[in-house]
């Protein structure tokens, strides 16, 4: 059942409900003011003719006549009305000696013996009965113990009046339901539309269109559902195209992968089956064996970098401590030494006694990676500049520099300016890639200055 119709549902019987209490409570209320009105009438009229039968029987005792059976018929026909009842007792102490002295009714006298009265109002007493459907009220007078007047009073009138209202009331329930209902569907049908755009939506954002937005109509629950939808469908669309990106990346990682072992393992296998199948020189075996052993070196380091990688690419958090940046200089002289005094290259720093939070380790890393990088781009007998001044980091070379359009790119893995240089001194590409992921978990931008034939700044920004 869709949310629309059980609303509806749920509101119109809720209606419904409340109405009907109400006419409940009113019919209630009215039938019992009717029937005390039928009540009220009933014993005025009772009241009238047991009074002039009480005054009659005065008179007729006064003048010596007995109220046998015979004078209380001629007395009850004078009234000329067929609704009275009278009975009297031959023994007003035994009650099997009742007998009828007039009844024109089509009820015995033992129906009217059997009910049970209760008193009304002087010497009135008054009970409510019901023959062939048909509701009555029974007035009894009491004359001296012996003589009762039943007065018989037909209320069905009453009834009909009240079943009337019951059917107007019960009509009108309906009609008043049944219209609530059209102007709730209506109503939530406006008020419902935007769910169903929202469910559209998100069907349509099923079928991979991450695209798609809600217009926001007004400021309502639903308004702010259709926001809270637009920024998860921005978050979504963003989440898709990190990961269609990050795929595309694995993808180009795996390829330049691929080609990075390629070469070194076609060579070392080549030259591995010269040495078992071919008879050849010392000099020339000599020279095999240390090509091997280069590119066995060369597979070494490019497999530390890319496990270097693979850690870093894991949510752990770093643990940061303030470091003086003398330290960081001072680990990464030391650990380019070899580097640079094969190409007869001068390290210079500049710092003030900064204190920088980082991973000293990792941080160590970057740099010589950033070094190892402008060693390669340097010539022979250059001069490379560590510098440091308030929160900022700065690595620069005066070699070869980075044409522009291969500034976005450069740090990449296995992305390579020169692949001809970067063979020649045993790059693979992932020096950058590890500098920029470093730089990544501690948070720091990376600006690049590069001049071709002037050098390359790297600029490590501390947020």
Same mark, same amino acid.
């Given at each position: 059942?869709?949310?629309?119709?059980?609303?509806?549902?749920?509101?119109? %019987?809720?209606?419904?409900?409340?109405?009907?209490?109400?006419?409940?409570?009113?019919?209630?209320?009215?039938?019992?003011?009717?029937?005390?009105?039928?009540?009220?009438?009933?014993?005025?009229?009772?009241?009238?003719?047991?009074?002039?039968?009480?005054?009659?029987?005065?008179?007729?005792?006064?003048?010596?006549?007995?109220?046998? *059976?015979?004078?209380?018929?001629? #007395?009850? *026909?004078?009234?000329?009305?067929?609704?009275?009842?009278?009975?009297?007792?031959?023994?007003?102490?035994?009650?099997?000696?009742?007998?009828?002295?007039?009844?024109?009714?089509?009820?015995?006298?033992?129906?009217?013996?059997?009910?049970?009265?209760?008193?009304?109002?002087?010497?009135?007493?008054?009970?409510?009965?019901?023959?062939?459907?048909?509701?009555?009220?029974?007035?009894?007078?009491?004359?001296?113990?012996?003589?009762?007047?039943?007065?018989?009073?037909?209320?069905?009138?009453?009834?009909?009046?009240?079943?009337? #209202?019951?059917?107007?009331?019960?009509?009108?329930?309906?009609?008043?339901?049944?219209?609530?209902?059209?102007?709730?569907?209506?109503?939530?049908?406006?008020? /419902?539309?935007?769910?169903?755009?929202?469910?559209?939506?998100?069907?349509?954002?099923?079928?991979?269109?991450?695209?798609?937005?809600?217009?926001?109509?007004?400021?309502?629950?639903?308004?702010?559902?259709?926001?809270?939808?637009?920024?998860?469908?921005?978050?979504?669309?963003?989440?898709?195209?990190?990961?269609?990106?990050?795929?595309?990346?694995?993808?180009?990682?795996?390829?330049?992968?691929?080609?990075?072992?390629?070469?070194?393992?076609?060579?070392?296998?080549?030259?591995?089956?010269?040495? =078992?199948?071919?008879?050849?020189?010392?000099?020339?075996?000599?020279?095999?064996?240390?090509?091997?052993?280069?590119?066995?070196?060369?597979?070494?380091?490019?497999?530390?970098?890319?496990?270097?990688?693979?850690?870093?690419?894991?949510?752990?958090?770093?643990?940061?401590?303030?470091?003086?940046?003398?330290?960081?200089?001072?680990?990464?002289?030391?650990?380019?030494?070899?580097?640079?005094?094969?190409?007869? #290259?001068?390290?210079?720093?500049?710092?003030?006694?900064?204190?920088?939070?980082?991973?000293?380790?990792?941080?160590?890393?970057? =740099?010589?990676?950033?070094?190892?990088?402008?060693? *390669?781009?340097?010539?022979?007998?250059?001069?490379?500049? %560590?510098?440091?001044?308030?929160?900022?980091?700065?690595?620069?070379?005066?070699?070869?520099?980075?044409?522009?359009?291969? %500034?976005?790119?450069?740090?990449?893995?296995?992305?390579?300016?020169?692949?001809?240089?970067?063979?020649?001194?045993?790059?693979?590409?992932?020096? /950058?890639?590890?500098?920029?992921?470093?730089?990544?978990?501690?948070?720091?931008?990376?600006?690049?200055?590069?001049?071709?034939?002037?050098?390359?700044?790297?600029?490590?920004?501390?947020?």
């Amino acid at each position: 059942m869709k949310l629309r119709t059980r609303i509806i549902w749920i509101c119109c %019987l809720s209606i419904f409900g409340a109405l009907l209490a109400g006419d409940i409570i009113i019919w209630i209320l009215a039938y019992r003011n009717m029937m005390n009105e039928a009540l009220t009438r009933a014993y005025g009229d009772s009241f009238l003719v047991a009074n002039d039968f009480q005054e009659r029987l005065l008179q007729a005792h006064a003048s010596g006549v007995d109220s046998d *059976k015979i004078y209380l018929e001629y #007395l009850l *026909k004078s009234y000329q009305d067929d609704y009275n009842v009278c009975v009297y007792y031959e023994d007003y102490q035994a009650p099997e000696t009742a007998k009828e002295a007039y009844n024109h009714t089509i009820f015995s006298m033992e129906d009217f013996l059997d009910q049970k009265y209760s008193a009304y109002y002087g010497e009135l007493s008054y009970a409510t009965a019901r023959w062939n459907h048909t509701p009555y009220i029974i007035f009894q007078y009491n004359y001296e113990g012996h003589i009762f007047l039943y007065r018989l009073c037909d209320v069905s009138a009453v009834e009909d009046r009240f079943f009337m #209202l019951v059917a107007a009331m019960a009509s009108l329930l309906v009609v008043l339901t049944a219209a609530a209902s059209i102007i709730l569907r209506l109503v939530l049908k406006k008020v /419902l539309r935007p769910l169903k755009e929202l469910n559209e939506t998100t069907k349509r954002m099923a079928d991979n269109d991450y695209g798609q937005r809600v217009a926001i109509r007004r400021m309502d629950e639903i308004g702010e559902l259709g926001e809270s939808f637009n920024k998860m469908a921005e978050a979504v669309e963003a989440r898709a195209k990190s990961l269609e990106e990050s795929e595309r990346k694995k993808t180009l990682f795996m390829g330049d992968l691929t080609h990075e072992l390629k070469t070194p393992l076609t060579a070392i296998s080549g030259y591995a089956q010269t040495l =078992l199948a071919v008879k050849i020189s010392k000099e020339e075996e000599q020279e095999a064996l240390l090509y091997i052993d280069e590119e066995c070196k060369r597979l070494s380091k490019l497999s530390r970098k890319m496990m270097r990688l693979l850690e870093l690419d894991r949510d752990v958090e770093l643990e940061l401590a303030l470091t003086p940046v003398r330290e960081l200089f001072g680990r990464t002289e030391h650990a380019c030494k070899a580097v640079l005094e094969e190409k007869r #290259l001068t390290l210079a720093w500049e710092e003030h006694g900064e204190m920088l939070p980082m991973d000293v380790e990792l941080m160590t890393d970057m =740099l010589i990676n950033l070094v190892d990088n402008a060693a *390669k781009a340097s010539v022979e007998g250059g001069k490379i500049v %560590l510098r440091a001044w308030e929160r900022r980091i700065e690595v620069e070379d005066f070699g070869q520099g980075i044409p522009e359009e291969e %500034l976005e790119r450069i740090m990449e893995p296995f992305y390579m300016v020169d692949k001809s240089r970067s063979r020649r001194t045993g790059g693979s590409g992932l020096g /950058l890639a590890l500098v920029a992921m470093i730089a990544k978990r501690h948070g720091i931008r990376i600006e690049i200055d590069s001049r071709l034939g002037e050098g390359t700044r790297f600029i490590l920004q501390f947020v």
